[in-house]
């Protein structure tokens, strides 16, 4: 989960400054070699592929922070995330696809960093590879279960997460739903959120907000991954020399990195991804064909589909995008708590307007609402569009309301299970929304700029 912090290495290199302002930089690193002896390793593909590993290191945090964060306990020097992130050879897309830190994977053999105590293959979850064998295990690890060849490795923690959000201003997040998870100390209500360095790192690790866990949890790092590209590309940081400079000390005072990656791969990235967007980033899970996969002494595990993986794997290999090209100037549907085919709604038009109770209905029934297909006319006229609930279908008001943007919405005690929706003149169109899909094994691909907010909630 602090991994993305480590994206913004990569990104915020898309600056294109002189080299003198970065000569230097890449001196604070921490250098690790994660690719010591490796023998018989994939092919090289197309691009460029990095392995972005969050570990704890909670150890460099302030007292006030950890009290503040949630953030207890002795350091592990553990690892919980593990992303690859493949920036195309034209340098105009980025992929990233989650590991599961719980899914079942199997050791090449090796010599236990910590005992010295040499280990046959044997079978673990993901996260044990780092446990066990430190960087180099869990690239090899990486590589013999996706069989992509890794270019890069970084390695990031709390301390690095924090002060680059902070130095970037914030980082502004959007969620249809309420979330909240005592363990974290995450508590957002619906709308959009300008986080902090420490409210990200709260958002970014909180996984009891839902049924979803960890997978849930990948899903909204993803999202603010794809947040924190957009502030980065939007704030004028990438064009001036000065902030990059600091928001790249920031990030690489608390990061490790193989010996190769430096000034000059900065540089290049820099000169490649000028035009690095939202919309030029792409995020996926790697599918899941088995959940509460069980094994002997290590436990539930999540066991990949072999089928799907491979082709999701091949496809970085190939350089080409995970998803198909998207039909330009179509919106993206945003995530609500309730699919709009289970909430039932009434349609009326509170104004003047002859017509407009139809035109809403259609509306709503062709983004999925099972409307009456009975729009009526209202007893009065509104001055905004009105939706009507019993507060025990809040959730369901809540979702109707981002497809109508503007609205207002007025609980009605005992009006029932149907939503009233009172078109106002302030009627424009309705904002396509989709459910809740955190409990689907298999995630879709999602490009950046459908998971950034829109100013519309």
């Known amino acids: 989960m602090r991994a993305v912090t480590a994206l913004s290495v990569v990104v915020l290199a898309s600056a294109g400054i002189g080299h003198a302002l970065v000569t230097g930089l890449d001196s604070g690193i921490a250098r690790v070699d994660a690719f010591k002896d490796m023998k018989?390793?994939?092919?090289?593909?197309h691009g460029m592929n990095v392995l972005l590993v969050g570990t704890d290191g909670r150890d460099k945090i302030t007292e006030r922070e950890r009290q503040a964060y949630k953030l207890g306990g002795a350091p592990c020097h553990c690892t919980d995330t593990i992303m690859i992130?493949?920036?195309?050879?034209?340098?105009d897309r980025a992929s990233v696809v989650s590991l599961p830190r719980d899914s079942y994977a199997e050791l090449p053999a090796h010599v236990d960093q910590s005992t010295g105590e040499p280990h046959h293959a044997h079978p673990v979850k993901l996260n044990a590879a780092y446990a066990e064998g430190g960087p180099q295990l869990t690239v090899r690890t990486v590589e013999a279960m996706t069989h992509v060849k890794i270019d890069h490795y970084l390695e990031v923690d709390f301390?690095?997460?924090?002060?680059?959000?902070?130095?970037?201003?914030?980082?502004?997040?959007?969620?249809?739903?309420?979330?909240?998870?005592?363990?974290?100390g995450l508590d957002l209500a619906p709308g959009d959120h300008t986080l902090t360095g420490g409210q990200a790192l709260q958002y970014v690790r909180a996984r009891h907000v839902d049924g979803a866990s960890d997978l849930g949890r990948m899903q909204r790092q993803q999202r603010f991954m794809a947040a924190l590209?957009?502030?980065?590309?939007?704030?004028?940081?990438?064009?001036?020399?000065m902030r990059f400079r600091d928001v790249t000390r920031a990030v690489l005072g608390s990061v490790r990195a193989d010996a190769g990656f430096g000034t000059n791969e900065l540089l290049d990235l820099g000169r490649a991804m000028r035009n690095f967007s939202p919309s030029s980033s792409?995020?996926?899970?790697v599918p899941i064909g088995q959940m509460?996969?069980?094994?002997?002494?290590?436990?539930?595990?999540?066991?990949w589909d072999k089928a799907k993986a491979d082709r999701l794997f091949a496809a970085l290999r190939e350089d080409k995008p995970l998803a198909p090209v998207r039909a330009k100037h179509v919106p993206a549907a945003t995530t609500v708590e309730v699919a709009p085919s289970s909430i039932r709604v009434r349609v009326e038009n509170g104004t003047g307007t002859a017509g407009l109770g139809r035109k809403v209905d259609a509306a709503l029934a062709s983004t999925g609402f099972a409307t009456t297909r009975q729009p009526a006319t209202a007893p009065h006229p509104v001055p905004r569009t009105?939706?009507?609930?019993?507060?025990?279908?809040?959730?369901?008001?809540r979702s109707l309301a981002v497809a109508l943007p503007g609205s207002e919405l007025r609980p009605v005690p005992g009006q029932g299970a149907v939503l009233r929706v009172t078109a106002g003149p302030d009627f424009k169109d309705v904002h396509k929304v989709k459910g809740p899909d955190t409990a689907q094994p298999d995630s879709p691909v999602v490009h950046g700029d459908e998971v950034v907010c829109t100013g519309k909630t």
């Open 40 to 45: 018989n390793r994939p092919a090289a593909g």
């Open 282 to 285: 792409e995020f996926t899970t």
């Open 229 to 241: 590209i957009e502030r980065a590309t939007s704030s004028g940081v990438l064009l001036n020399p």
């Open 386 to 397: 009105v939706i009507s609930y019993d507060p025990r279908w809040d959730r369901s008001a």
């Open 292 to 303: 509460g996969f069980v094994v002997n002494g290590i436990g539930s595990t999540l066991k």
């Open 159 to 184: 301390a690095s997460f924090m002060r680059t959000v902070d130095v970037l201003g914030g980082v502004t997040v959007c969620t249809p739903t309420t979330l909240k998870d005592s363990y974290t």
């Open 85 to 91: 992130v493949h920036i195309s050879q034209d340098r």
